[in-house]
């Protein structure tokens, strides 16, 4: 992204926040006109209050924001924090002290932990660069997305750029600023002219933007000019002046609709175009009701067509500030599609409720009484608005070192939650009674503690609800660094694993005497659920030595021949959790290491089960670093052919295509570095990594 000139950005962890950056610098090395626009809440924050008492102002060269920590409400030590924050600063950047300004956002009432911040300074002001994201990303709460905006314009022959960062996600409501937003330009302008230049962009921008209605303490939309462009200054009324106001309030409204998209919990914008007014004021007031409606906002959710709603909230609002409005005369559109004009239309509500599933959805009023317009966004309500905010402060705890960590353990939950959470999880729970599932159990989840420990938690949790689990176990790096102690060097081919005569001992002891000996005992900790088996016991698994490619000799390498499932059948129906060690009995009484992904593949397909999943260290199936959430057999065999799928990966692959052809529905490939994965997957709709369908 290109940045206007003089201007740098920093974003590091200061450590207010667990694990996520969360301080913000933006710097000029000149000094800047600068300008803020705040909130109209009286419950203002320390950051607001010091900086609305010093801007306009003509010597800023910098604005400092943290995320996590609103200080707000915090009492007097609120405005010292704010203080020593901005000097340390200052002394930093080798800026005068009143050089510098403030913004805070994230959790009311705690005490700004200032001590943080400055020892985190050093690094901030050392990590100054021209780009943007590191900052964008720092002042992020529960936005989803980093929002970040520019614009290039000419004037005077020169090329002026204008950049912005915000934030804003909850407790946006249209009263002024509605979130913090810093913009900067190279532009030359006297404080006076960009602060009206900026209050006239939030009119059309922010000032029209709602999510939840909730006013907040830290709003504050600063910009800066520091002329370094090097147009001559613009004077008041200036055709140059009008066209940097017009690039100002373009870039605030792409801000805005950005807001609006990530609002909390949102699933879509909402944007709704009142024209034929009587005046613009009264335009916007009504634009910003129908957003602001709940029930429209529930509505579009739904993508429920349900346009009462909307004449509704605009003829509430009219009685209500006396306006001279009158529903009975309007026409509204949803999506383009008339449904109202003086009296409902006849529309067909399938495919308008279709139009409604996309991601913006448009409402039009034309009221038919004068020639005033305004537009307004905003962004549905869904179940997770209430989720993300009925426990906010319940989940976030105070650590040790002022910062703050949140502890979302289901206890801290509200009782609502609590039961909804349970409602939607045993509703599950009927679907899986004497299901089947080949797990093949692999990767990361078979070497850190509490992986294995919260793998082991979810089988006994989905067996007692009545899922009849298939454990397949690998080797994991246990073989490899055994094979090493014993001066042997291990290679692969395809991800599959070269294994001599004398390898083979060690493979089998590691694979039956202590991956699956480990295993079982985890399992059984309480009550004996669990029974390891090798290929070898009842022949589970008859195997013969794999045909490579020629000049490809893996060894003591097999592949499964048959499965005996009349010996697994009889484990089931004692509702036994089969551990199987994917080690295979030769008809010539040789022993066969067998890769794991393919016996877990070959037994889900002679027990003819549905539901096929592998756990491994990598999100899912990826191409090009992105994670493909849905894949069809065909799909996957391209993949498969045009290299993107290596290593590991392959005979996975290869063995879930062999999986579907064999009769098995839905195949997964899910992330074992997340605790619980295996629940996450069956109990959610969504569930997490690839679904592999045929
Ligand atoms: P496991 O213990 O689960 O069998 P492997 O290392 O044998 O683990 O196989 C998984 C590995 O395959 C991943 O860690 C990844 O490095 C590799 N891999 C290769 N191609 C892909 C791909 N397209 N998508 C995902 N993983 C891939
Ligand atoms: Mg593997």
């Not at 801000?255 to 699933?267: F, N, V």
């Not at 070497?447 to 689990?469: A, N, T, W, Y």
């Not at 592949?559 to 697994?568: G, H, I, P, Q, W």
Request: net charge neutral; proline share 5%.
């Amino acid at each position: 992204m290109k940045t206007p000139v003089g201007f740098l950005f920093s974003g590091v962890r200061a450590g207010i926040k667990p694990n996520r950056r969360d301080l913000a610098l933006v710097f000029s090395e000149t000094p800047c006109a600068a300008v803020g626009c705040f909130t109209a809440n009286k419950a203002k924050a320390a950051p607001i209050l010091d900086a609305q008492s010093r801007l306009p102002s003509s010597k800023i060269h910098a604005v400092i924001i943290n995320s996590g920590n609103a200080n707000a409400l915090t009492g007097p030590v609120g405005v010292q924090d704010v203080q020593s924050v901005c000097t340390a600063a200052a002394k930093a950047l080798q800026i005068p002290a009143d050089g510098i300004v403030s913004a805070s956002t994230g959790v009311i009432g705690q005490r700004l932990p200032a001590h943080k911040i400055i020892a985190a300074i050093p690094q901030l002001v050392e990590e100054l660069r021209q780009e943007p994201e590191a900052a964008a990303e720092a002042i992020m709460t529960t936005d989803t997305r980093v929002k970040m905006a520019m614009r290039a314009v000419s004037i005077s022959g020169k090329e002026i750029t204008l950049a912005a960062i915000c934030k804003g996600s909850g407790m946006i409501a249209p009263e002024l600023a509605t979130m913090i937003a810093v913009v900067v330009t190279d532009c030359a302008i006297a404080p006076a002219a960009l602060l009206s230049c900026l209050q006239e962009a939030m009119t059309d921008s922010f000032n029209s933007l709602t999510v939840d209605d909730d006013m907040s303490t830290n709003d504050v939309v600063f910009a800066m000019a520091n002329g370094r462009a090097g147009n001559p200054s613009l004077a008041a009324n200036s055709q140059e002046l009008k066209v940097f106001s017009s690039a100002l309030a373009d870039i605030c409204q792409e801000l805005a609709r950005e807001i609006a998209a990530d609002g909390e919990g949102a699933t879509k914008l909402i944007e709704v175009r009142i024209a034929g007014a009587p005046s613009a004021p009264i335009a916007r007031d009504l634009a910003r009701a129908v957003a602001g409606s709940n029930l429209v906002k529930a509505a579009v959710f739904g993508a429920d067509p349900n346009w009462g709603r909307v004449l509704s909230a605009i003829g509430a609002k009219a009685g209500s500030r006396r306006y001279e409005v009158d529903p009975y005369r309007a026409a509204v559109a949803i999506q383009g599609v008339p449904v109202f004009d003086k009296e409902p239309l006849p529309h067909e509500p399938v495919q308008l409720r279709a139009k409604m599933r996309k991601p913006e959805v448009l409402v039009e009023v034309d009221l038919r009484g004068g020639t005033a317009a305004a537009t307004a966004w905003g962004c549905d309500l869904s179940y997770d608005y209430v989720k993300i905010n009925a426990d906010y402060t319940s989940l976030i705890v105070p650590t040790v070192d002022g910062g703050v960590a949140k502890d979302d353990r289901l206890s801290n939950y509200s009782p609502a939650f609590k039961a909804s959470l349970l409602v939607e999880a045993l509703s599950y729970i009927s679907r899986f009674s004497s299901t089947r599932c080949v797990i093949k159990y692999g990767g990361a989840a078979m070497v850190k503690d509490s992986l294995k420990k919260s793998f082991c938690d979810d089988i006994i949790l989905l067996r007692s609800v009545g899922l009849q689990p298939i454990i397949v176990h690998g080797g994991g790096p246990e073989i490899t660094s055994t094979l090493e102690k014993l001066g042997s060097k291990p290679h692969f081919v395809d991800g599959m694993r070269v294994t001599d005569a004398s390898d083979l001992k060690v493979v089998e002891m590691v694979l039956t005497g202590s991956i699956n000996t480990e295993l079982v005992t985890l399992l059984n900790r309480e009550g004996g659920h669990a029974v390891g088996v090798s290929g070898k016991d009842g022949a589970l698994l008859r195997a013969r030595k794999l045909h490579s490619e020629p000049g490809r000799d893996l060894g003591q390498v097999g592949e499964v021949t048959k499965v005996n499932s009349d010996f697994l059948e009889m484990l089931l129906k004692q509702k036994y959790i089969p551990v199987i060690s994917p080690v295979g009995i030769g008809e010539d009484g040789q022993s066969y290491n067998i890769n794991a992904d393919s016996v877990a593949a070959e037994v889900a397909g002679a027990l003819g089960v549905s539901k096929l999943i592998y756990l491994t260290d990598v999100a899912g199936i990826l191409s090009s670093g992105e994670l493909l959430s849905d894949l069809a057999a065909p799909d996957l065999r391209r993949l498969l052919e045009n290299g993107t799928i290596v290593g590991g990966m392959r005979a996975k692959v290869e063995s879930i295509l062999k999986a579907l052809a064999a009769g098995v529905d839905r195949v997964h490939v899910i992330d074992g570095r997340l605790p619980h994965s295996v629940i996450g997957e069956l109990f959610t709709d969504h569930g997490v990594g690839t679904l592999i369908t045929r």
